[in-house]
């Protein structure tokens, strides 16, 4: 086309600078024929002799159509409807492809989601109480001599006033102490949980009666205020909600109270188990002078408020002092410098009430499904990767005509977003519905837990709210982009002239190992094998826990604890205990019954110190003895073996000579290798008087304050003749314990109805809650790993599947002339297997640094123990042989006449 | 593609077509609608097959010294197309040729 043919002039030039430019945005296949075309026109235009304006506007209107044919190819809204429908119109066609990614995405994002809840609740952020930033928790602390850190302790009475007076930046500063009480006086006697506080407590938690009143200061000690406040739960359950309920009385272990108050619905107490609160100055009367009198009587915790103006550091000064205050005024009463000065420290409640073994316990968790949903996004990326090569040529021919790369990047990731948004979307909803399962796992994990009768998570905060949805959106849309970016990336960069050659058939596929996808199989195989040891380290923990001789046989036996008023004598406690022992023997099922103190695993029941050995006082055995009154058949209705002599009989009673049954520890403490019976020990106790005891028995070690926590010395002694009004009654059947929980309850209450039994469990249940924890992280970690497992070993059998096919001619060949089809498989799998060595290598690698995060969670075992990770790293290259031997071994069924045919 | 109601916009470009106004530039003086809307509705007609498009004859262009043009004419189904759309609007709004109204696509 010549210049000639143009009129002349500035305008028509510019416009066809302006349309030459325009025709840039034009896709590449039709360029050349849209500028012929709006040139033909604006010569037209000209020719006609429109005004120099319409010509510029023709212009114009050109580039911006040249704008809308691209938006055209590449798509705005309506590319991606179009996109959306052909994705569709994939999946469609291949329906397995799409439910195996959409579940593998829904169980990834669903654990992320589910974990990311309990996650939450774990950190220090979440409290219900307002203002919960500037609450501390006051400790007492017992300073180590060898510089180990401190104790802490709960407070007596007499300590907490010298503290309080010391500490005026932490104020209020209220004292609780969380129980469980008897009640009685309204319907039927029931256990249920007491906060005993002073007076500042209900205003320092920001909490006020909806009913009646508040406690007030008058209800100080030493006044001996017996008042009671409500919670909402039991105002509603006991009293219907009636607001009169104000002045009625309540009895409390036997002790009348005044109700004068009800607390807001919701509302628990800093135990979260509290119905009833009651001044701490009515435990005088409730529960002995004893318990504000005495200065080592350690039974309550402190929290206070920094007072305006004041910080942390401020208050951890004053604390210094006041710590400092409190030895001076309770010094150690031994005076032998064996324990070191009494200190006081202030600790932020956001953090104390974070437990940090739930924390640690989430923690792992929480990275295992991260590691998971890594392993699915690697999976998914791996099998789109697949299908964009497939289709290589396809988007190479398209992308030689013009097809802009974002067009192809924006179809791959239309397809990993939909299946991500379709598994975030069941992901959630799977989530919501394992919320309880979490919610159970985690307070049985945080059972054997628990310090300063704090709550530490409340169960009840965890739930769908609006950050858990938003999480589970976040991790959809992630897994779509890290899942989608990798083929994207592939398919925007066609190597043209190879796949098209290919694709006309004029060349052969090279790439045999596509490297992105052996990459991603690797990856998966190193994150499947972090898995992998993580739940191998569980289980051999678990399997350490479980080999714990704790000392009793479990299976048949019942525990239930009972606490009778202070208005029985002892003699009358006897006679009670007595009764209720033969009367439940004669139960139809059951084999013996006994009593004690506590149950096994439950806690450290009453600690003593060994007084006085034979004719010479002793220093005391590592920390103190264990001081336990049990009734005749307790070693046998537990199963402690007898190790030497005998023990109690009904010859032991209240006006024979006291005597004593020891543990093998505390008879190898107190007396090394020389027998144990017939020496004579005195413990510093009230109840047995310290009077000298004969030891007439040893006993095997009862593992009393928990599983992983080694028997202390323990000394038995008769409950004849050192009755208490407490205690906890052990029932041993032949078949399901709890199947007699309501026989036994009806023994009690025709012996004393208004005694409530509590604390029901069989042993069984004591042991596995000390290894719910273990169990549980084990449970979740295996699932990871099987999940993960299986992943990597489809993804590995895939890449060498599609391997096999791509190689039949070679394999033909081969096969052809007279290579034996064992070589073949072998020449196949090398590969395979090579790449499963590298990522379970650095599977190895990467599990070193990531289990050292679980290593408080462990039992006896080390976080970089080799067994584990050798077994681990067995496993998985067994699965990953195996996974490559399945389309390796086709290579046999290859006809080598049709391979050689084929393309 | 299901058969869905044309636009006035739309119509009065098929009609232009039929009436022998074949060229890109035609149909703006015709309809007198801008470059822009009327290429827009081109292409979709195209891609709908209701018109074609083709080039003259690069002699004719180069006998007369000029550039080569494009041309569109109506298919069968775009024939019939219109006819339906005629009807109806008929029926509507008497065959009253509306102001440009871009074409709404799903």
């Known amino acids: 086309m010549s210049a000639g043919v143009w009129p002349a002039g500035r305008t028509v030039t510019m416009c066809r600078v302006l349309l030459s430019f325009a025709s840039r945005s034009v896709p590449l296949l039709g360029r050349a024929d849209w500028l012929a075309e709006w040139e033909g026109e604006l010569w037209a235009l000209a020719r006609r002799g429109e005004s120099r ?45 799409a439910l195996v990614v959409i579940a593998v995405l829904t169980l990834g994002i669903g654990a992320n989601t589910a974990l990311f809840s309990a996650l939450k609740a774990t950190l220090p952020s979440s409290s219900p109480y307002p203002g919960a930033d500037r609450l ?28 309080k007076q010391g500490l005026g930046l932490v104020t209020p500063l209220a004292g609780y102490a969380s129980q469980t009480g008897t009640l009685t006086g309204v319907g039927g006697a029931a256990r249920i949980g007491v906060e005993y506080v002073t007076p500042a407590y209900l205003e320092l938690l920001g909490v006020r009666p909806v009913v009646g009143r508040a406690f007030d200061a008058t209800e100080e000690v030493p006044n001996p205020a017996l008042v009671v406040i409500l919670s909402h739960t039991l105002w509603q359950s006991r009293w219907g909600g009636d607001p009169g309920v104000i002045g009625e009385t309540l009895r409390l272990n036997g002790t009348p109270l005044e109700i004068v108050g009800v607390l807001p619905s919701g509302f628990r107490g800093a135990s979260g188990a509290a119905d009833l609160w009651v001044p701490m100055a009515a435990t005088s009367t409730i529960q002995g002078a004893w318990r504000l009198r005495r200065p080592f009587a350690h039974w309550f915790q402190a929290i206070g408020r920094l007072a305006p103006g004041s910080g942390l550091a401020d208050a951890q000064a004053q604390a210094k002092q006041a710590g400092a205050a409190v030895d001076a005024a309770y010094p150690d009463p031994s005076g032998k410098g064996e324990v070191g000065p009494q200190g006081v420290a202030v600790v932020p409640f956001l953090r104390a009430r974070v437990n940090p073994l739930a924390r640690a316990a989430v ?93 530490y998570i409340d169960p009840a905060t965890l739930g769908m709210d609006g950050s858990v949805l938003v999480a589970g959106v976040g991790f959809a849309l992630l897994t779509g982009l890290l899942a989608g970016l990798w083929p994207a990336r592939l398919a925007s960069k066609p190597d043209l002239t190879h796949d098209l050659r290919a694709a006309t058939g004029s060349v052969g596929r090279r790439r045999e190992w596509p490297s992105g996808r052996g990459l991603l199989v690797a990856g998966q195989l190193a994150l499947t094998l972090v898995l992998l040891a993580g739940a191998g380290l569980m289980a051999a923990s678990l399997g350490g826990l479980r080999r714990i001789d704790a000392g009793f046989s479990n299976t048949g036996v019942l525990s239930l604890r009972f606490e009778r008023g202070r208005s029985a004598t002892a003699e009358e406690n006897r006679v009670f205990e007595e009764q209720l022992v ?38 005391e055995p590592g920390g103190g003895v264990l001081a336990y009154d049990v009734s005749q058949d307790y070693f046998a209705t537990l199963g402690v073996r007898l190790v030497e002599g005998r023990t109690f009989d009904g010859t032991d009673r209240t006006d024979a000579p006291p005597v004593a049954v020891i543990n093998e520890t505390a008879a190898r403490t107190l007396f090394g290798t020389s027998p144990a019976i017939d020496h004579r020990i005195a413990i510093t106790r ?11 028995g040893v006993v095997a070690d009862v593992r009393y304050a928990g599983l992983e926590t080694a028997a202390m010395p323990a000394v038995y002694f008769s409950r004849s003749q050192s009755m208490q009004g407490y205690g906890t009654l052990f029932v041993r059947t032949a078949g399901d314990p709890y199947g007699l929980v309501d026989a036994v309850r009806g023994v009690t209450m025709s012996l004393d109805p208004e005694l409530p039994l509590y604390d029901v469990v069989s042993l069984a249940d004591l042991r596995a809650r000390q290894e719910a924890r273990t169990r549980v992280l084990l449970a979740l970690l295996a699932g990871f790993a099987g999940t993960g497992l299986l992943l990597s070993a489809i993804g590995l059998y895939g890449i060498v599947a599609w391997s096999v096919s791509r190689r039949r001619k070679e394999m033909g060949l081969r096969l052809v002339l007279g290579a034996p089809g064992r070589d073949i498989i072998a020449i196949v799998m090398k590969r395979p297997l090579l790449l499963a060595g590298t990522g379970i290598a650095s599977g190895v690698v990467a599990a070193l640094g990531l289990t050292r995060l679980v290593r408080g969670l462990l039992f006896e075992v080390s976080p970089s123990d080799p067994r584990v990770l050798g077994v681990a790293a067995g496993i998985l290259l067994a699965i990953a042989a195996i996974a490559a031997w399945i389309p390796a071994r086709r290579v046999n069924r290859i006809d080598p006449a049709t391979a050689l045919r084929s393309d | 593609m299901s058969p869905r109601r044309m636009g006035a916009g739309t119509t009065s470009i098929l009609q232009a077509i039929a009436t022998g106004h074949k060229h890109g530039a035609d149909i703006m003086a015709v309809t007198g609608q801008g470059g822009g809307t009327v290429y827009k509705v081109l292409r979709r007609l195209e891609i709908r097959e209701l018109i074609e498009g083709a080039w003259e004859d690069a002699e004719v262009a180069e006998a007369e010294r000029r550039p080569r043009r494009r041309y569109y004419r109506l298919t ?17 709004r008497h065959g009253s040729v509306g102001p440009a109204e871009p074409e709404r696509s799903r």
């Open chain 1, 53 to 97: 304006l319409a010509l510029v506007r023709f212009a114009l209107a050109g580039l911006s159509e040249a704008r809308w044919e691209k938006r055209m190819e590449e798509g705005t809204m309506n590319g991606i409807a179009q996109d959306i429908r052909l994705a569709l119109r994939g999946f469609g066609r291949t329906p397995g492809f």
């Open chain 1, 136 to 163: 501390v928790m006051v400790d007492l602390l017992f300073e180590k001599t060898d510089g180990a850190p401190a104790d802490t302790a709960p407070w007596s009475y007499p300590k907490f006033e010298v503290a």
């Open chain 1, 363 to 455: 923690t792992a968790v929480s990275i295992g499904a991260v590691l998971l949903l890594l392993i699915a996004c690697a999976n998914v990326a791996s099998l789109l990767l697949a299908r964009a090569t497939a289709r290589g040529s396809d988007q190479a021919v398209r992308a030689a005509l013009g097809a802009g790369r974002g067009r192809l990047v924006r179809e791959s990731l239309v397809e990993s977003m939909l299946l991500s948004i379709t598994g975030g979307v069941l992901g959630i909803a799977f989530a919501a519905a394992s919320q309880r399962l979490v919610s159970t796992a985690v307070r049985n994990a945080l059972e054997t837990a628990g310090t300063r009768g704090l709550q």
């Open chain 1, 582 to 619: 033969q009367t439940a023997s004669r139960l139809p099922g059951v084999v013996s019954v006994s009593t004690g103190v506590c149950a096994p695993l439950t806690g450290r029941c009453e600690v003593a110190g060994v007084r006085q050995v034979d004719d010479r006082t002793t220093a």
């Open chain 1, 686 to 696: 009230s109840l047995t008087d310290g009077r000298m005891a004969r030891v007439i």
């Open chain 2, 76 to 92: 069968a189904e775009g024939r019939s197309r219109l006819s339906m759309a005629v009807e109806s609007n008929r029926g509507v």
